[in-house]
């Protein structure tokens, strides 16, 4: 079965630094992709970043980029300059050979003026 | 420029109604998904569809039925609502040749079951 683990419901950091947010993931497909999704308040889900488990380079999207450790399956989100406007839920995600998504819990990151 | 659309942001119903949630995309993607979205929960599967008048069930699919007769349109239909489902309900859709297979989500529709 596949599993995706967050272990920070919550997380700060100052306007302008960088943070990163944890994901940690299980599956025994031997190809699967992974993805990032950001949540405000309003509601929507909005996709960030996608990491294919055989890119051979961490993706880039802007200010985010995944730092994938296959072999410790970590795919962590960086979020570089952080942005009052980054305040959200944030969501890593998982899809096997399926095309369902298995999701995490979710992890709050507040941005500080 | 929005891609995937409910058809209603919030909606009240009363108990034992039948209530029907539209999602529409426009981006031609085979793969269509029905989520709920719970505090403490997070987003649990209800259905999903991976082509036209097919439909398979997710995690939860009890309480709840849905309908794709064509491929833009996949609907979530309540047969007699409780309580027990007010929540958020996410529509999503996706095609494994555009960005991996990663979903484009609706901006969701918040059922409030009196």
């Known amino acids: 079965a596949q599993k995706i683990t967050q272990t920070q419901p919550g997380m700060f950091v100052q306007e302008k630094e960088a943070v990163t947010l944890d994901c940690t993931y299980d599956?025994?497909?031997?190809?699967?992709?992974l993805f990032w999704y950001k949540q405000p308040s309003s509601g929507e889900m909005i996709f960030l970043i996608y990491q294919g488990s055989y890119d051979q380079q961490n993706a880039t999207e802007g200010r985010y980029s995944l730092n994938f450790q296959k072999a410790r399956k970590s795919a962590n989100l960086v979020i570089s300059a952080s942005q009052l406007g980054d305040s959200a839920m944030y969501f890593c995600a998982m899809r096997g050979y399926g095309q369902n998504f298995v999701f995490g819990p979710g992890t709050r990151l507040s941005v500080l003026p | 420029d929005v891609k995937v659309t409910q058809s209603s942001r919030y909606l009240v119903k009363r108990t034992g109604e039948k209530v029907f949630l539209e999602c529409v995309q426009d981006m031609d993607h085979e793969n269509m998904f029905w989520y709920r979205q719970d505090p403490g929960l997070g987003l649990r599967l209800i259905y999903f569809?991976?082509?036209?008048?097919?439909?398979e069930k997710g995690d939860i699919p009890e309480g709840y039925s849905v309908s794709r007769e064509k491929k833009e349109r996949f609907s979530l239909i309540l047969e007699s609502a409780s309580t027990n489902q007010t929540s958020m309900y996410l529509c999503a859709s996706s095609n494994l040749r555009d960005r991996g297979g990663g979903y484009t989500f609706g901006s969701g529709t918040r059922l409030t079951v009196v």
């Open positions: 569809s991976y082509d036209v008048k097919m439909k």
């Open positions: 599956t025994s497909d031997p190809s699967y992709g």
